[in-house]
Every structure is written in C-alpha cells, then in structure tokens.
C-alpha cells in the first residue's frame, strides 16, 4: 500500500507539473503572438471594417441632409402661403360685397387696395418685378418675342414693350422678361 501511495503522489506531482508545463506554454504563445505584428489579412480587415463604417456613416448623413432640405422647403413655402392666406380672405370679401356694388369706382378701388398688398407681402419675401422698357435690351435677362422697327432712332436695340414682366427672387431671375425690341 506504501507504494500505491507513492505512486499516487508521484502522479500528483507529475500532474502538477504537466499543468504548470502547460501553462507555461501557453504563456509563451501569447507572449509571442503579441510580439509579432498583424498579418496582411488582419489589416485588410480592418481597414475594410472602419471602410464599411465610414461609408455607411456618410451614407446616413447624405440621407439625414437629404430630409433636411425637403423639410426646409416645405417649410419656406409654408410661411409664404401663411403671408397669403389674408390676401385670399380680401379677395373673398371683395366678390361678396361686389356682387351688388354698381360704383365701379368703388370696385377698381378695392381691388387695387387688393393688389398692393398682394404684391407688399410678395416684395417682403424677396420678389421684385422687373423694369425693363426704355432699357437696352438684354439677352441674359429678356427674352425677345418680336423685333420690330423702331418709332425713334433713340429705341434701336432697346425693349419697346414688355408683353410679361421679369420678376427676381433676392436678386436671382426666376422669371424673364418676354419683350418687344426695336430694330
């Protein structure tokens, strides 16, 4: 039995030592693979990670802007309809009391009161008519619907008449002139 129980304890003993020569080598393999720099492919994947995560953070951000820009138009409209609605509520009132009105006085009156609002609220967001007769004529700004011969020596290659007014919009032209110049 005094041997059983030696052999025991040897076994132990070797048992102890295989653990510890286990962990020894696998301290030695974590020693020496942090000590060795990363292979090709660890770089080429990360490199294509943080490529996949930029690409899909600018992505999200074309897409955030995207919306911003719709709901800022939506929005600019909004306040220029909202400047509107009282012009719409005098041309309301207008064709109601104008029904029986016989002054026509009276009714050119009220809807030249109508007008001049109507453009007041338009020339507070920016938009501003065009002048164009007597001016020389323009390419950049009229567009020439007819040429006719000039009355005066004076008109040759100005706008004699503007069949539509030009209108800007903080200074970009939106709208051109269609204009008669003389030849």
Known sequence: MSEDKTQDSLSRENGK???NNAEEINNE????????????????????NKYLRIHAEFDNYRKRTNKEKIDIIGNANASLLKDL?????????????NENLEDAKALKEGFNLIFSK??????AKGLKPMDSVGQEFDADIHEAIANVPAPKKKQKGKVIDAIEKGYTL??????????IVGQ
Request: a negative charge; glycine letters at 0%; zero cysteines.
């Open 17 to 19: 030592e295989t653990v």
């Open 29 to 48: 393999e974590v020693n020496s693979t942090e000590n060795t720099e990363p292979t090709a492919e660890d770089k080429y994947a990360e490199l294509n």
């Open 85 to 97: 609605i009282p012009v719409i509520d005098d041309f309301e009132r207008a064709i109601q009391n």
């Open 118 to 123: 109507f453009m007041n609220t338009l020339t």
């Open 170 to 179: 903080n200074d970009k032209i939106i709208r051109f002139a269609k204009v």
